[in-house]
């Protein structure tokens, strides 16, 4: 190919959402993609390798706009890769602009735009199925001859027409092919042109598709370099007053002759303009899309979703865990020679691996059905219905899904708003979807309303207190996200803006392929962060690790079995057997003490006064502080605090009866219960409320950047702490 011989030609495909641009690119390059974060960019674009005439080309799918001129700023990201703004990049070689063939004058617009980048173009036809059932017929010679790029009608679903496009690339990068640019009116072209005059400097010539974006768009102030912002104010203002002097609006100006110029070009070229084929989609959207009948089968769906995210995951992550157990006691027994290399490998390593291995199979069921949601055409709908409930507190309606996906889990409801354009609703998405009561927080409710709710009050309490904790999170998060809205992010809400796609038959291997893509990303972006944020605290809970700590700890456990009138002799041959019950409790005594001497349990006991307020003890205070990697730690944790070693369980009847009998050993509570009512509600609060979970964090880092997650983890902490206070000093008032 002609100036390709260097370097492999670069691809870009672009166009309108909706208009089966993924599937397109599915159906381009197989297997050969992968997804990556260009520096600076929180979006992830997918880039591919497509063979066009034996030759591997690169080709990127870039995010859907409907306008060079769009406002959202994820939108834009499209406009500044096809420019080379973005680090690592440079301007494409070609443009694959997708447009659905059943709505040409519309989706031309963008490729209108494009033209003036003067930026070799194919265009790719999609939905041709769709267009002959509506018996609609596009002279497709004669739409190519008035464009002067070649046109290509695809059935990317169906594969069909591939290996034509693929002929039209080449073809169109041998021969240059540019998109016929529209010709401005006199008056307009006298403004670019005196514009360009007034900027025009020794470092910086404005090229005519910037002069076009900095008078028809918002001012950004940085698309030149060398011209100081007030200068380039001065002459973009300039400039659009003379466009009001020659009776032009600045902002519509473009999109009117764009639309003039494509009225020419689209005469005589859809031979069936004005007949308008039966739509069955029409009849299911006035079901699917009602006020009321849409909520009902909307709501069905997302709680069938929600049930197999929670419950289809469960046997899954049960192997999992089963599996790291079975690794962990291998490891164990292997390493017990070296006992600090051992409790490295078992509780750090294997551990580590386990914390975020243990959410795959959720997050890959989830992008299943995000993926059929899409691919159906059904996800607009959803969009559509649930914007209006959201847009109060500057959400809007693509914000549902990942809200409830996160009942399950976090990490997959926050990876599922990717789906979402604006970028000021995803990041408040993303910042919120931790407070939803996931799965990691059922442990915590079902040991406190098992130990002292269920046996006070009765099964039906105790059902109802589950209910409205994990409420609690949904009724927080919509007024925080209000107020994200209103101060954090202070700046006008981007409109919502949807198009309703025709309804499609999902492609299986679409579908797969998503979940194995999603389900290697997390792997790989968040793997190393949740690996060695438990690392961390395994070294905290580890160190320091004196040897003499255990002989001592032995010496007082034999004193103490004697004074209670144990023999000596009976007490050292007991625990010469390892399985003996002795030898275990002696060794829960010895985890306690080191637990105890830890780095993590000095700072707990340091820190007490601060959870003073909400009642709770040193003992509860270590385990919020080993929670906060993953907040299922918490029941382990106080298994080894109360000498019952770190495998029981929620269920646990042992530890149940320790939380009930559990006493104040010092200061002014000295001799009465630790557990009362208002502290497990309490302890329950705050877990519901807390950024417990260095999993959910990681992916926050990788989803948006360092500081959000640190936002997240702060305001999320001090909010819990509030609630948790509140809770106690108020219950205690009556109890």
């Known amino acids: 190919m002609a100036g390709n011989s260097v370097k492999p030609l670069q691809i870009a495909l672009v166009g309108n959402p909706n208009t089966g641009k993924s599937t397109l690119f599915n159906a381009l390059t197989g297997l050969r993609q992968r997804i990556g974060n260009y520096p600076g960019i929180t979006v992830s674009m997918k880039t591919g390798t497509v063979f066009v005439k034996d030759t591997a080309a690169y080709i990127t799918d870039l995010p859907g706009t409907y306008s060079l001129s769009a406002s959202a700023p994820d939108e834009r990201i499209m406009l500044d890769y096809i420019t080379g703004k973005i680090p690592t990049t440079s301007t494409p070689d070609l443009l694959v602009c997708v447009i659905d063939a059943t709505n040409l004058n519309r989706n031309l617009m963008l490729a209108s735009q494009l033209a003036e980048l003067k930026i070799p173009m194919v265009i790719a036809l999609?939905?041709?199925?769709?267009?002959?059932?509506?018996?609609?017929?596009?002279?497709?010679?004669?739409?190519?001859?008035?464009?002067?790029?070649?046109?290509?009608?695809?059935?990317?679903?169906?594969?069909?027409?591939?290996?034509?496009?693929?002929?039209?690339?080449?073809?169109?990068?041998?021969?240059?092919?540019?998109?016929?640019?529209?010709?401005?009116?006199?008056?307009?072209?006298?403004?670019?042109?005196?514009?360009?005059?007034e900027l025009e400097t020794a470092d910086s010539k404005p090229n005519e598709a910037q002069v076009q974006r900095l008078i028809f768009d918002s001012y950004k102030g940085d698309e030149l370099e060398g011209v100081?912002?007030?200068?380039?104010?001065?002459?973009?203002?300039?400039?659009?007053?003379?466009?009001?002097?020659?009776?032009?609006?600045?902002h519509s100006i473009e999109a009117i002759q764009h639309s003039e110029h494509l009225k020419t070009v689209l005469k005589d070229v859809d031979h069936s303009p004005h007949v308008r084929a039966y739509r069955r989609g029409e009849k299911i959207d006035k079901f699917l899309t009602h006020r009321f009948w849409g909520l009902i089968v909307f709501t069905l769906f997302m709680y069938l979703v929600f049930q197999a995210v929670y419950s289809w995951s469960a046997p899954f992550m049960d192997?999992?865990?089963?599996?790291?157990?079975?690794?962990?006691?291998?490891?164990?027994?292997?390493?017990?020679?070296?006992?600090?290399?051992?409790?490295?490998?078992?509780?750090?390593?294997?551990e580590g691996v386990g914390a975020f291995l243990i959410f795959l199979p959720q997050i890959v069921i989830l992008f299943f059905f995000i993926a059929l949601l899409e691919e159906t055409g059904y996800m607009a709908r959803a969009a559509f219905l649930m914007d209006k409930i959201f847009s109060w507190s500057g959400l809007n309606g693509k914000s549902f899904v990942p809200l409830l996906s996160s009942f399950a889990c976090a990490i997959p409801g926050i990876l599922a708003t990717r789906t979402i354009e604006d970028k000021k609703s995803r990041l408040i998405t993303i910042l919120i979807a931790p407070l939803m009561s996931c799965s990691a927080r059922l442990p915590v409710y079902v040991l406190m309303i098992g130990a002292l709710i269920e046996p006070s009050y009765g099964p039906f309490v105790a059902g109802v207190t589950l209910f409205a904790i994990h409420l609690l999170g949904l009724v927080v998060a919509l007024p925080v996200a209000f107020f994200l809205n209103r101060k954090l992010r202070n700046a006008p809400a981007q409109p919502f803006i949807i198009e309703m796609p025709d309804y499609q038959r999902p492609k299986v291997i679409n579908l797969f392929w998503r979940m194995f893509q999603e389900g290697k990303e997390f792997v790989v972006r968040a793997g190393t962060i949740i690996f060695a944020m438990t690392i961390v605290i395994w070294a905290l809970l580890y160190y320091p690790h004196p040897k003499e700590l255990a002989g001592e700890t032995t010496e007082a456990f034999i004193e103490?079995?004697?004074?209670?009138?144990?023999?000596?002799?009976?007490?050292?041959?007991?625990?010469?057997?390892?399985?003996?019950d002795l030898a275990r409790e002696l060794q829960f005594a010895i985890d306690q003490a080191y637990l105890e001497n830890s780095i993590l349990s000095r700072f707990?006991?340091?820190?007490?006064?601060?959870?003073?307020?909400?009642?709770?003890?040193?003992?509860?205070?270590?385990?919020?502080?080993?929670?906060?990697?993953?907040?299922?730690?918490?029941?382990?944790t106080l298994g080894v605090v109360y000498s019952l070693g770190g495998e029981v369980d929620e269920e646990s009847s042992q530890l149940r009866d320790v939380i009930r009998k559990s006493e104040w050993s010092e200061g002014k509570r000295a001799g009465q219960p630790v557990f009362t009512i208002p502290v497990v509600f309490a302890i329950m609060v705050f877990f519901a409320l807390c950024q417990q979970c260095g999993s959910t964090l990681a992916i926050i880092r990788s989803e948006s950047n360092t500081g959000w997650a640190v936002f997240s983890f702060v305001y999320m902490t001090a909010l819990a702490w509030i609630g948790a206070v509140i809770t106690y000093q108020g219950l205690s008032l009556f109890m």
């Open 228 to 250: 100081s912002e007030q200068k380039q104010k001065s002459a973009i203002e300039n400039a659009r007053s003379s466009l009001r002097t020659l009776g032009y609006h600045p």
């Open 319 to 350: 192997a999992i865990d089963a599996g790291k157990s079975y690794i962990q006691d291998v490891a164990a027994s292997s390493l017990e020679a070296f006992p600090q290399v051992q409790s490295l490998v078992v509780n750090g390593v294997i």
């Open 126 to 197: 999609s939905f041709w199925d769709s267009l002959v059932k509506r018996k609609q017929n596009i002279d497709v010679e004669l739409l190519s001859k008035r464009l002067g790029v070649p046109v290509v009608p695809v059935i990317a679903s169906k594969g069909e027409g591939i290996d034509n496009l693929k002929d039209a690339i080449a073809t169109a990068s041998e021969n240059n092919a540019l998109m016929q640019r529209i010709a401005w009116e006199p008056g307009i072209q006298k403004a670019f042109n005196e514009f360009t005059e």
């Open 560 to 580: 103490s079995k004697v004074a209670a009138g144990a023999i000596e002799s009976e007490i050292t041959a007991q625990l010469d057997d390892e399985s003996s």
């Open 604 to 636: 707990g006991k340091w820190v007490q006064p601060v959870f003073d307020p909400a009642g709770f003890d040193w003992r509860i205070s270590v385990g919020i502080l080993a929670s906060f990697p993953a907040r299922e730690l918490i029941v382990s």
